[in-house]
T-cell receptor, first 112, second 112 residues
């Protein structure tokens, strides 16, 4: 079992839909959770960063962490064609380990 | 634009050859991370340097090496190249003690 599992998709939604992207993990030491967006042939871009459990909102994006279930989510409201990209989750443990473990990424397609 | 630069953008070379990939971190970032991204393996952490010193090692082959210079730019050297080394190589930079990483645009390596 991989430490971080992420459905590769593709996930295809119509413009304006609410998108839910998810990752599960097995390492209970993970405390820091990140979401990156990667457009085709570009470098990953940090979207959201959260610590421990709870929600964090930034514009149309909401990151949610449920440590009891070892499950994190990224919600995108009012999705746009420009949101079409691969979304990678990443997480790392506390205690000085700052090398994140990345999920394989979920490909999202938002069609007009 | 993340502020991280990588050169070259594309590299095509033959098996058995050696190449050097270059990265300049964001201004003020002392940490440089190297990743390999392929379709079947996702984003794999290779190695981290902090202020010129090797800080963490991931799944880096013995044929690969890296260094960080006093001006904080970093180079990743890949030798005895094999077809399987064809991938996107990303450099990321960040601040010590923080998990957020900022990725460069990547170098696409094709080994023929």
């Amino acid at each position: 079992q991989k430490e971080v599992e992420q459905d590769p998709g593709p996930l295809s939604v119509p413009e304006g839909a609410i998108v839910s992207l998810n990752c599960t993990y097995s390492n209970s030491a993970f405390q820091y959770f990140m979401w990156y967006r990667q457009y085709s042939r570009k470098g990953p871009e940090l979207l959201m960063y959260t610590y421990s459990s709870g929600n964090k909102e930034d514009g149309r994006f909401t990151a949610q962490v449920d440590k009891s279930s070892k499950y994190i989510s990224l919600f995108i409201r009012d999705s746009q064609p420009s949101d079409s990209a691969t979304y990678l989750c990443a997480m790392s443990a506390s205690g000085g380990s700052y090398i994140p473990t990345f999920g394989r990424g979920t490909s999202l397609i938002v069609h007009p | 634009d993340s502020g991280v630069t990588q050169t070259p953008k594309h590299l095509i070379t033959a098996t058995g050859q050696r190449v050097t990939l270059r990265c300049s971190p964001r201004s003020g970032d002392l940490s440089v991370y190297w990743y390999q991204q392929s379709l079947d393996q996702g984003l794999q952490f290779l190695i981290q340097y902090y202020n010129g010193e090797e800080r963490a090692k991931g799944n880096i082959l013995e044929r690969f090496s890296a260094q960080q210079f006093p001006d904080l730019h970093s180079e990743l050297n890949l030798s005895s190249l094999e077809l399987g080394d064809s991938a996107l190589y990303f450099c990321a930079s960040g601040r010590q003690g923080l998990d957020e990483q900022y990725f460069g645009p990547g170098t696409r390596l094709t080994v023929t």
